[in-house]
């Protein structure tokens, strides 16, 4: 068994779904993985070690509230990453 944070994961589908919205945004690894630690910084972390902890955790993320928290933090860190990239712009 391993400690495992599933916010990752949640985090990285947002991400995922989100910058579907936005044409004008760099989708790059480097920025995608600068937008991941931003929102992960600004949310709770979720730890499991068990199924039952990361189903628990599964249960949690249909509440509304818990999925608008998420996106609005990726949308935050999408907007604060493509406004100032760590990279040349092409």
Do not use: W
Request: negative net charge.
């Amino acid at each position: 068994m391993e400690v495992y944070n599933y916010m990752e994961e949640l985090v990285y589908r947002y991400i995922d779904e989100v910058l579907k919205k936005y044409n004008n945004v760099c989708k790059c690894e480097k920025c995608r993985l600068d937008m991941a630690a931003y929102a992960l910084n600004n949310l709770p972390p979720q730890y499991t070690v068990t199924e039952k902890g990361k189903l628990f955790t599964k249960v949690k993320e249909m509440e509304s509230q818990y999925g608008v928290d998420i996106i609005r933090e990726v949308t935050k860190a999408i907007e604060v990453v493509s406004e100032e990239p760590r990279h040349e712009t092409h």
